[in-house]
């Protein structure tokens, strides 16, 4: 059981580059979302989904993509990288959007955008 | 979501009791209080979460008030490996489009 795994661990684009953070999760859970914190600060909602198929904006959406086509795979895509968005992503999932049960969160990405 | 407050840091010796409080005077009937962790660049970890009674796991125990506007989190024999962020949460179970709003926490260290 793997839990949530990311992929890459680290990242370095150059402004105006596209890439995809992959996420993946092996616990069958129907929630999985992405957050992005900055250094010194908490982390803030990017993009989620409820199940496959179905995804929403969180606090800071603009900038990136999201997709889900399968219940285990959640990637998350920067559309022309930014300076503003380097950061450290972190992908989390959770049983389903209806319980109180915890949030499973994954090693992270450290992406830097030069 | 309830707002909450928690101290800025914290220093506890090892193999003693550390107690994080939390205050979240706002805090309404439905709202959990949830506790994370997170250890230095790692991704944040679940501790505990509790509704109204008091909670024990393996990791630590919640301790909330009966009025329910603060609450402690008990890690009961504190480790080196105990040293990190610990942020307290309160908020709706079941609230799809809403985060896990994580402020800046405690910084809790632990020395020998």
Known sequence: NAGVTQTPKFQVLKTGQSMTLQCAQDMNHEYMSWYRQDPGMGLRLIHYSVGAGITDQGEVPNGYNVSRSTTEDFPLRLLSAAPSQTSVYFCASRRDSSSSYEQYFGPGTRLTVT | ?112
């Open chain 2, 1 to 112: 979501d309830a707002k909450t407050t928690q101290p800025t840091s914290m220093d506890c010796a090892e193999g003693r009791a550390a107690n994080l409080p939390c205050n979240h005077s706002t805090i309404s009937g439905n709202e959990y209080v949830y506790w994370y962790r997170q250890i230095h660049s790692q991704g944040p970890q679940y501790i505990i979460h509790g509704l109204k009674n008091n909670e024990t796991n393996e990791m630590a125990s919640l301790i909330i008030t009966e009025d329910r506007k603060s609450s402690t989190l008990i890690l009961p024999h504190a480790t080196l490996r105990d040293t990190a962020v610990y942020y307290c949460i309160v908020r709706v179970a079941g609230q799809a489009g809403t985060a896990l709003i994580f402020g800046k926490g405690t910084t809790l260290s632990v020395s020998s």
